[in-house]
T-cell receptor, first 113, second 117 residues
Framework: KAGVTQTPRYLIKTRGQQVTLSCSPI?????VSWYQQTPGQGLQFLFE???????NKGNFPGRFSGRQFSNSRSEMNVSTLELGDSALYLC????????????FGEGSWLTVV | AQTVTQSQPEMSVQEAETVTLSCTYD???????LFWYKQPPSRQMILVIR??????QNATENRFSVNFQKAAKSFSLKISDSQLGDAAMYFC??????????????FGKGTKLTVNP
């Protein structure tokens, strides 16, 4: 069974640009969440999607947005990139809205220059 | 809001020895999960062990076990017979089970574990 797949793995963007990151959950998993990891702030929750609906959102500005498709794949978008958006973005999936085990992907490394 | 505190930024252990990583948390909820995740240099978060708050018995997974003290809000991870492959960042995480709650994980800042040969 394939794990959580995130693309792209590495990318470099310029300030002011926008970026879209993709996450394919484990087959059959309907819940997808996103986390941002930085040295200063650690791991912070961005969003959670279940069956195409956003169930919760973390304390991030509106430049951060996401969506989930009918096949459970999810994308997150960051507009008007700032240097501080440089981070590892981790996607996680689980089977159901109350599933116990959360599986993480390998992350997408975003560098903003 | 829930918080998770890992008071040991770094720990080291000799190969084959035992090490304990500390974690405390703050919550007013009674139903929740606690997790330990391992993040090796590859950066993928790997679940090490999980504890349901309603279970009094401490969870065990092979060489990994926890000491869960619900009243003290403490959740430490013990690694026995440490191996070189155990070297990684270890994160303690909390997840609410409140009705209608989200699956959001609240993480501690992590403990970097070094295993010396």
């Amino acid at each position: 069974k394939a794990g959580v797949t995130q693309t792209p793995r590495y990318l470099i963007k310029t300030r002011g640009q926008q970026v879209t990151l993709s996450c394919s959950p484990i087959s059959g998993h309907r819940s997808v969440s996103w986390y941002q990891q930085t040295p200063g702030q650690g791991l912070q929750f961005l969003f959670e999607y279940f069956s195409e609906t956003q169930r919760n959102k973390g304390n991030f500005p509106g430049r951060f947005s996401g969506r989930q498709f009918s096949n459970s794949r999810s994308e997150m978008n960051v507009s008007t990139l700032e240097l501080g958006d440089s981070a590892l973005y981790l996607c996680a999936s689980r089977y159901s809205s109350d599933g116990n085990t959360i599986y993480f992907g390998e992350g997408s490394w975003l560098t903003v220059v | 809001a829930q918080t998770v505190t890992q008071s040991q930024p770094e720990m080291s252990v000799q190969e084959a020895e035992t090490v304990t990583l500390s974690c405390t948390y703050d919550t007013s909820e009674s139903d929740y999960y606690l997790f330990w995740y391992k993040q090796p240099p590859s950066r993928q978060m790997i679940l090490v062990i999980r504890q349901e708050a309603y279970k009094q018995q401490n969870a065990t997974e092979n060489r990994f076990s926890v000491n869960f003290q619900k009243a003290a809000k403490s959740f430490s991870l013990k690694i026995s017979d440490s191996q070189l492959g155990d070297a990684a960042m270890y994160f303690c995480a909390y997840r609410s089970l409140a009705k209608g709650g989200s699956e959001k994980l609240v993480f501690g800042k992590g403990t970097k574990l070094t295993v010396n040969p």
